[in-house]
């Protein structure tokens, strides 16, 4: 079973640029989450789509941040313009979960886009 | 989400058990335990979770005190690759609130 893709891997930009990452989940999965993690921290839900609909995006910066997921398979996450507090590592996971039954929702992750603001 | 609390940091001798504990006392009756872990430079790997009951994988074992108010992650025997930092999460609604974790060292 092929995992969680992500790309690019690494990204430089400057402050005030625009950057967008990919992700493509295990395939059936209806769950997709975005997480940010900064350096030292654990990771943070910024966003999750069941299908292609928004589940929970409370502690998604929505000034600069925006991310959808079209067609319910693939989604982007698109930072304009960028800070350089956005420098971290932006994860991808995804859930078999749909709708209903929360116990057993085990995430696997993406290994992620490390994202350089300058 | 209920809040958990975990040592910093902990050793192991490449062999033995390493026993890595997690204090969530205010975890509600609906909420599950969950483990994670992050090996450097990669996404997290799930582990294992559970409710109630002590759960058993193929990775390690899961012990939940009777009053839920604790677990303890046990990795029976311990490997170099074992080296990482582990997450203990109490999760509502498939919700996971990652903490900043124990460092697991695995020395030969």
């Known amino acids: 079973e092929a995992g969680v893709a992500q790309s690019p891997r690494y990204k430089i930009i400057e402050k005030r640029q625009s950057v967008a990452f990919w992700c493509n989940p295990i395939?059936?999965?209806?769950?997709l989450y975005w997480y940010q993690q900064i350096l030292g921290q654990g990771p943070k839900l910024l966003i999750q789509?069941?299908?292609?609909?928004?589940?929970?995006d409370s502690q998604l910066p929505k000034d600069r941040f925006s991310a959808e997921r079209l067609k319910g398979v693939d989604s982007t996450l698109k930072i304009q313009p960028a800070k350089l507090e956005d420098s971290a590592v932006y994860l991808c996971?995804?859930?078999?979960?749909?709708?209903?039954?929360?116990?057993?929702?085990?995430?696997?992750f993406g290994p992620g886009t490390r994202l350089t603001v300058l | 989400d209920a809040k958990t609390t975990q040592p910093t940091s902990m050793d192991c001798a490449e062999g033995r058990a390493a026993n890595l504990p997690c204090n969530h006392s205010?975890?509600?009756?609906?909420?599950?335990v969950y483990w994670y872990r992050q090996i450097h430079s990669q996404g997290p790997q799930y582990i294992i979770h559970?409710?109630?009951n002590n759960e058993t994988n193929e990775m390690a074992s899961l012990i939940i005190t009777e009053d839920r108010k604790s677990s303890t992650l046990i990795l029976p025997h311990a490997t170099l690759r074992d080296t990482a930092v582990y997450y203990c999460?109490?999760?509502?609604?498939?919700?996971?609130?990652f903490g900043q974790g124990t460092i697991l060292t695995v020395h030969p």
């Open positions: 996971a995804s859930s078999h979960r749909r709708g209903g039954e929360w116990g057993n929702n085990e995430q696997f």
């Open positions: 999460i109490v999760s509502s609604y498939g919700k996971l609130t």
């Open positions: 789509f069941q299908n292609n609909g928004v589940v929970d």
């Open positions: 395939s059936g999965h209806a769950t």
């Open positions: 205010t975890i509600s009756g609906n909420e599950y």
């Open positions: 559970g409710l109630k």
